[in-house]
């Protein structure tokens, strides 16, 4: 019989991308998250929300864009840290873009 470990994720960012001015999600919007290992691109759900799981501690540089639509760029850096029970304190990353017509 093997052994089988139950491995729980914890959030680690978390956020939402919206308009600026409208305050609306932008679903798709591409999200890249750096800090102290390659980059992770990902993207937002239809709702705009989007998160990143078990990440080591440290400092993130968080981007949302929406290439070829006409929206700049949202960027917010955030920290990583994890408690006395070893558990991640979430950073959270909202993050609203605006048009650049």
Not at 23 to 34: C, F
Not at 50 to 67: I, Q, R
Not at 84 to 97: F, T, Y
């Amino acid at each position: 019989m093997s052994e089988w470990e139950i491995t729980r994720h914890q959030v680690a960012i978390a956020g939402k991308v919206t308009d600026s001015t409208t305050g609306r999600p932008l679903p798709g919007a591409r999200i890249s998250v750096s800090g102290l290992w390659d980059t992770l691109e990902l993207n937002a759900a239809l709702d705009g929300h989007f998160h990143v799981l078990d990440l080591e501690n440290g400092t993130y540089h968080v981007e949302a864009s929406m290439p070829g639509s006409g929206y700049g760029t949202g960027i917010k850096q955030v920290t990583i840290t994890r408690n006395s029970e070893g558990k991640i304190q979430m950073a959270v990353a909202e993050l609203q873009l605006a048009c650049v017509h």
